[in-house]
């Protein structure tokens, strides 16, 4: 069903400057062919940029890195421009290589009348490289002063409209407006880019559901996106009406840049309640980007608005009341600086400061610590307009900063405080009157050589080579697009890893006559989401019309206790079964229970339950399984994050109190389990395999199928088979998984139904090829 902010999307106003065209919106879900963005046919704009060689990194901002006035000698007639160069996106092509062209993707400060926008937008393509946006003021309204900053930075700030008077609440106009204006950034993208060369990166909370956009018209885009603010907790993200739309759209980007470890992990939490995720560390790192150097003030060059003037408003009765009780005519405790700021000033200030205090109850990275830093180094220019003399002495400098803003985990040398503890604040001040000139200088010089090794180039080289490194493999998979609306996402699977063809696989079927069919149970032959775990009769009547066909063996492997198989399985006489991932198998219904030919010893579930148990009680929804052979911890049922959270510790705890016994401790689909050594689903494969080939029958067709961690042991042993040719050369291998994620199976089929459909078909096979004996008899 799609959710009701999706049906907003087919009604959206078109702000582009056709008037013709419509946001376009997926309809149907769809396979793509192999390379399916060289020369499409649906692109307008392919043929203007196929004959593009040049390496190229389009960068898409909410703000051009340009200024913009009209020109005086024109009597006003003419627009002037010049590049900011202290917009952040500019600084940050320092980083790439010098070959590299930069094209630069926003809007201009400044409104352009709709008779001149054609003339200055191909000025500033050929003398800047700069594509810009014309956006209408209403929409401007709508997107940027409305749903941006408005209702979604105060959101990402932690600032909840809880009363109509504090802050604005959600307004499914304005969300129409910011999807709307994305897709017009959309469009001036897809009017410049060649998708099989260009990177695209692109900036901050403005523009977060812009990837969706772009991965449905190019499904193998190479696309980043950093996030320039905070990003909430979970249980602030959560009372966003939007949430998961946005977490889709940020998710079809290949690589996702936040400021710190705290926000990225914020990120993962949200997209694991919110959306069901799972997420795991590769290479020891979560492809989480820091940043330093220096930034553009949030990119608006003066902020309006009520509840702006209110903190004004406060700042200066604050700084009379003291200025009243411990000033006189000639001196002023506190001086309140009003308006805007030149760059030069600034540092002019940071340069004679003792010490800086940024103490903001929440912010994003906040770079006024580090240009503080440099600006305390100092260097001949700054010293000559200061009227330094002598600029040889050591430097100093100190810093308190907020526990709450970015920039906080890489200033090790400055003092945090919790910004809402006022005595605390106060301490810290205190200690930066006092502190010895020796210890100041060491701080500061701890700092200066982070900053100076941490610039913007250093970031976006960084960030930057994780794109390319993520990028890598787009041209060696085979992509389907799935979904509608800010739904849609694109699912990118190996060459090799293709949905299982009934017709193949029963053409291969109807030629063989020594069949090995291997099937999980959990989530292969039974739907994950089913209370009742018994098999339907559906089921039971498929598997008994493989069985009765005498080329087949058929076998249910699963990590299930053998007495829970046995029973719900009594109806398929002629079924073997192979219980607690191998511990106990036998072969047919009348045949008895063999237990694995190691010899256990099952001490060492005196030393695990007790753990199992401690863990049970301080989680909610978990729950313990006892086998004769293993335990189970499940937490399907608990808080996800506490949960996995759980899971891990408890994992690392039996890991260390069972390290000299002999079993492995495993983590699996939202399960911990300890089991003996040397028991798997593989080995179970192996041993039938071989008793297949003692008793002259080797197995000319193995079809195995299943769904987790477990079953890839399954799938690996019947490779190892292939590779060392335990299996004759003509045996026909179906190796499936059940959903489409990387697996070692070079098959797939998207659920249960689909399993048992494929099963129903070769069946139909063993009836057809059955009742033509008989008609020959």
């Known amino acids: 069903m799609l959710s009701r902010s999706c049906f907003n999307l087919l009604n959206l106003d078109d702000y582009s400057i056709d008037r013709t065209r419509i946001p376009r919106v997926i309809s149907v879900p769809g396979i793509i062919s192999e390379f399916e963005d060289v020369g499409n046919a649906e692109s307008p704009e392919s043929d203007a940029v196929s004959s593009v060689s040049q390496e190229r990194r389009i960068v898409v901002a909410n703000r051009l890195p340009l200024k913009a006035c009209r020109d005086s000698s024109s009597d006003g007639k003419k627009w002037w421009f010049d590049w900011d160069k202290d917009a952040l996106v500019l600084q940050l092509r320092d980083g790439f290589p010098s070959d590299v062209e930069v094209v630069y993707v926003g809007c201009l400060a400044v409104e352009i009348d ?20 014309f956006l209408p003021l209403d929409l401007i309204n709508k997107f940027y002063h409305g749903f941006c900053k408005h209702y979604l930075w105060a959101l990402f700030h932690y600032m909840l409209p809880l009363t109509p008077n504090h802050g604005v609440r959600f307004d499914k106009d304005m969300w129409q407006a910011y999807v709307s204006a994305n897709k017009v950034f959309a469009d001036k993208v897809m009017e410049v880019i060649n998708p099989d060369e260009d990177y695209v990166w692109i900036h901050d909370y403005h523009l977060m559901v812009l990837p969706t956009f772009l991965r449905k018209r190019y499904h193998r885009i190479k696309l ?15 009372t966003l009406p939007v949430r998961e739309e946005i977490l889709r759209a940020l998710l079809n980007c290949d690589l996702i840049g936040f400021h710190t470890f705290d926000y990225a992990r914020h990120f993962l939490s949200c997209c694991s309640r919110m959306l069901g995720l799972d997420y795991q560390s590769k290479r020891g790192e979560s492809y989480v980007q820091g940043k330093c150097g220096f930034d553009s003030d949030h990119e608006c060059p003066e902020e309006s608005g009520k509840d702006i003037q209110e903190v004004h408003d406060e700042i200066n009765k604050v700084a009379c009341e003291i200025n009243k009780k411990y000033g006189d005519q000639e ?34 990275m906040n770079l006024v610590p580090y240009k503080y830093t440099v ?4 260097s001949p220019d700054l010293d000559k307009a200061l009227g330094v003399s002598d600029s040889s002495g050591p430097k100093k400098s100190f810093i308190i900063v907020s526990e709450f803003i970015g920039c906080s985990p890489s200033l090790s040398g400055a003092i945090r405080v919790n910004p809402w503890d006022i005595n605390n604040v106060a301490e ?36 930057h080579q994780d794109l390319e490194r993520a990028c890598s493999g787009h041209y060696r998979k085979r992509c389907w697009g799935i979904g509608f609306g800010l739904n849609f996402r694109v699912v990118a699977l190996g060459p090799n890893f293709r949905k299982l063809s009934v017709e193949h696989i029963v053409s291969a079927y109807n030629s063989t006559n020594s069949r090995l069919i291997l099937l ?8 994950p989401d089913r209370v009742d775990k018994s098999p339907s009769p559906e089921v039971i009547s498929v598997l008994n019309s493989l069985c009765n066909d005498p080329k087949n063996v058929v076998f ?10 046995g029973k719900w399985f009594s109806q398929c006489e002629k079924l073997g079964l192979s219980a607690e991932h191998g511990y106990f198998t036998r072969w047919t219904e009348n045949s008895k229970w063999e237990s694995c030919e190691l010899a256990v010893d099952m001490d060492w579930k005196t030393i695990a339950l007790p753990v199992m148990e401690h863990y049970t009680e301080a989680t909610d929804g978990s729950s313990i399984e006892q086998k004769e052979s293993a335990l189970v911890w499940h937490h399907q049922e608990a808080d996800p994050d506490f949960g996995l959270w759980q899971a891990k510790e408890l994992l690392d705890h039996l890991e260390s109190v069972l390290a000299n016994d002999p079993v492995v401790v495993k983590s699996g689909q939202q399960i911990v389990e300890v089991k003996p050594q040397g028991v ?95 008609g020959l008899a």
Not at 225 to 234: A, D, E, M, Q, R
Not at 332 to 345: A, E, K, L
Not at 556 to 563: E, H, N, T, V
Request: with cysteine; charged share 25%; net charge negative.
């Open 331 to 364: 001196y002023r405790p506190i001086v309140c600086i009003n308006g805007p700021v030149s760059f030069q000033d600034k540092v002019a200030y940071y340069a004679i400061s003792e010490c800086v205090v940024v103490n903001a109850v929440r912010d994003g």
């Open 556 to 565: 249910i492997i699963s990590g299930r206790g053998k007495d829970s198989l």
């Open 680 to 774: 798997s689903k593989g080995v179970v494969v192996k041993n039938l395999m071989e008793t297949m080939k003692n008793t002259g029958k080797p197995a000319d067709f193995v079809l195995c199928i299943g769904d987790d961690r477990s079953d890839e042991d399954m799938f690996e042993a019947i490779s190892s088979s292939i590779t060392s040719r335990s299996l004759p050369d003509t045996t026909e291998v179906f190796i499936c998984t059940v959903g489409q994620k990387p697996s070692m199976a070079k098959y797939y089929l998207d659920d249960t139904f689909e399993v048992i459909k494929m099963l129903q078909g070769l069946s139909a096979v063993s009836a057809q090829q059955s009742s033509s004996k008989s």
């Open 375 to 378: 600006a305390r180094q100092g």
């Open 224 to 238: 980043g996106f950093f996030l320039h603010s905070p990003f909430p907790s979970s249980e602030i993200y959560r």
């Open 428 to 463: 810290a001040m205190l200690s930066g009157i006092t502190m010895l000139d020796s210890e100041k200088g060491l701080r500061h010089e701890k700092h200066y050589k982070y900053v100076v090794s941490h610039d913007v180039a250093y970031w976006a080289r960084s960030f």
């Open 114 to 133: 709709p008779s001149e926008q054609e003339e200055v937008a191909q000025l500033l393509l050929d003398k800047f490289k700069c594509v810009p946006t």
């Open 520 to 527: 999980d149970y959990d989530g292969t032959m039974m739907p």
